[in-house]
């Protein structure tokens, strides 16, 4: 399985746009139907809210990549 870190700069970012920033899509238009399509799963469970609120501390999976947010700090949850 690949990981992939990504560094939260801010509060949380919608589960479609951080699709798109990570690379796993072209748009965040293309992200929500990756979403809607039930592929992905946030912390183990699938997620169908297009727009869900990433936060530092979540793990994204989809087919074989699973992304990781960090906070700034490099801290999980901070």
Same mark, same amino acid.
Do not use: H, P, W
């Given at each position: 399985?690949?990981?992939?870190?990504?560094?939260?700069? $801010?509060?949380?970012?919608?589960l479609?746009?951080?699709?798109?920033?990570?690379?796993?899509?072209? $748009?965040?238009?293309?992200?929500?139907?990756?979403?809607?399509?039930?592929?992905?799963?946030?912390?183990?469970?699938?997620?169908?809210?297009?727009?869900?609120?990433?936060?530092?501390?979540?793990?994204?999976?989809?087919?074989?990549?699973?992304?990781?947010?960090?906070?700034? $700090?490099?801290?999980?949850?901070?």
């Amino acid at each position: 399985m690949q990981k992939v870190e990504f560094e939260l700069t $801010s509060e949380y970012i919608e589960l479609n746009q951080l699709l798109k920033v990570v690379g796993l899509c072209d $748009s965040g238009g293309a992200g929500k139907q990756i979403v809607a399509s039930g592929q992905v799963r946030v912390d183990g469970k699938q997620e169908l809210r297009k727009t869900a609120k990433i936060r530092a501390g979540q793990q994204i999976t989809l087919g074989d990549v699973r992304i990781v947010v960090i906070g700034e $700090s490099g801290a999980d949850g901070a």
